[in-house]
């Protein structure tokens, strides 16, 4: 949406880049690449539903701020209330085609925005969720949304394959040949809690050592010493990483902890609580409506008999094999 230069005119939850990342607006809306995009992704979807919190207390329980509700302990069962309240009042549903449809003096546009952002940003964040907690039931669970949303944006490959594997895992494998990939889809390397990785992931490192890191150079770079070499790259992986943990002296070296995401949170909190994001204002307008492309691709799968073995969309021609390429942490797994 930030590719359209009509969106960036209007205040709306995704607009709130511009607050915590102001020089980076023309790589996001370019190629942002999947760690930069995961975390905008994250940090605005996670203070726009505390704003989304505020929001709702202040209508249900008169106060202003989340802090002043706190103080009140509130019992579980009122917080799960307001958690369904929230679902069904915030984020896009079956309603939103009549919002559409309504008059011109009664449509809140941003209001219709800010639904379908939820929606998506929630959505993103259950499968990322699942995938990291290694939950591959609910990640199929999580399929069919995206399929849509893929079909919508044209993004042919994708839906094929998604439901071409559901479809055979569920209807055409043996048990044992099911429970082999659904075992399997996800793997662990560091054995830790919520680190979980895509099986491609894992092999996209391996080529990272093997074609690259190890594959020698200039004249020794031969198809012969690659595969001569690629038996033995966890051992050379091992060496290196104990080396890098002898020489680690970390009492005489800064270790650094974790960012600490309060003031950015804070600061988003405050953009999207001055723009009113989440409050309904009739007749509000909006010079770039978001799409509703799971919609749109409901229909597009409708109206095409669920044939997906013809030719890609165009958009397909622009997809890549997402490649491991050392940075963020690839080598030390």
Not at 29 to 34: E, H, N, Q, V
Not at 41 to 48: E, N, P
Not at 212 to 228: E, M
Request: charged content about 30%.
């Amino acid at each position: 949406m930030l590719r359209n230069s009509a969106s960036r005119t209007y205040a709306s939850t995704v607009l709130t880049v511009t607050e915590i990342r102001p020089k980076e607006t023309g790589k996001i809306a370019s190629k942002p690449g999947f760690r930069r995009m995961h975390e905008v992704i994250k940090h605005i979807g996670v203070a726009s539903r505390l704003d989304c919190w505020r929001e709702e207390t202040k209508k249900v329980h008169h106060v202003d701020t989340l802090e002043d509700w706190a103080s009140r302990k509130p019992l579980w069962a009122s917080i799960e209330a307001l958690a369904a309240n929230l679902v069904q009042g915030y984020v896009a549903d079956m309603h939103l085609p009549e919002m559409h449809t309504q008059r011109e003096d009664l449509r809140d546009k941003q209001w219709e925005n800010t639904l379908l952002c939820e929606q998506y940003f929630l959505l993103y964040e259950e499968m990322s969720y699942a995938m990291n907690a290694g939950d591959i039931g609910r990640v199929e669970t999580c399929f069919m949304p995206w399929v849509f949303i893929f079909r919508g944006c044209g993004k042919h490959k994708y839906v094929s394959q998604m439901i071409k594997f559901l479809h055979n895992v569920h209807r055409v494998y043996p048990p044992q040949l099911k429970r082999a990939i659904r075992m399997n889809i996800l793997c662990n390397p560091m054995g830790k809690r919520h680190q979980f990785r895509a099986i491609d992931w894992w092999v996209e490192h391996n080529n990272l050592y093997i074609k690259r890191i190890y594959s020698g150079a200039f004249s020794n770079r031969t198809k012969r010493r690659i595969l001569k070499q690629a038996a033995l790259v966890e051992v050379y992986k091992k060496v290196r990483i104990s080396f890098k943990g002898m020489f680690a002296l970390n009492h005489r070296t800064y270790r650094h902890l974790a960012p600490k995401m309060e003031r950015t949170l804070k600061k988003l909190r405050t953009y999207v609580e001055t723009h009113e994001v989440h409050v309904v204002k009739r007749a509000r307008s909006t010079k770039h409506l978001v799409p509703d492309v799971a919609e749109l691709g409901v229909n597009k799968l409708l109206s095409a008999g669920m044939d997906l073995d013809g030719a890609g969309d165009a958009d397909d021609a622009m997809d890549g094999e997402i490649e491991v390429n050392g940075n963020e942490g690839d080598l030390e797994v």
